[in-house]
């Protein structure tokens, strides 16, 4: 299983920004896929994951009621929409495959987000 984030960038506060994990691999589409961030100087956060339907998704409080997380299967695509971004949210954006949410083996690249006036 191969990931790649990407739809990073610059946003102001209050904006919105969609990032995009495209997986490859016969695997990816069983595979529940999770949401992790890392700012400098901190560490990674879990955000979030959707299981291999898309039929549940998980999300961590920090999150919750701004970030969407979505996938479509036939693309080999999940989603992360984001909402009211803060400058807080500025970070490097990555998603992560497994079997499910606590076992996320495989990893892409991340994709940077920047939240400035």
């Known amino acids: 299983v191969q990931l790649q984030a990407s739809g990073g960038g610059l946003v102001q506060p209050g904006g919105s920004l969609t990032l995009t994990c495209t997986g490859s691999g016969r695997r990816f589409g069983g595979y529940s896929v999770g949401w992790f961030r890392q700012a400098p100087g901190r560490y990674r956060e879990f955000l979030g994951s959707?299981?291999?339907?898309?039929?549940?998704?998980y999300y961590e409080d920090r999150v919750k009621g701004r970030f969407t997380i979505s996938r479509d299967n036939l693309k080999n695509t999940v989603y992360l929409q984001m909402n009211g971004l803060k400058p807080e949210d500025s970070a490097v954006y990555y998603c992560a495959a497994g079997p499910d949410r606590h076992t996320l083996d495989y990893w892409g690249h991340g994709t940077l987000v920047t939240v400035s006036s």
């Open positions: 959707v299981t291999w339907s898309g039929g549940s998704v």
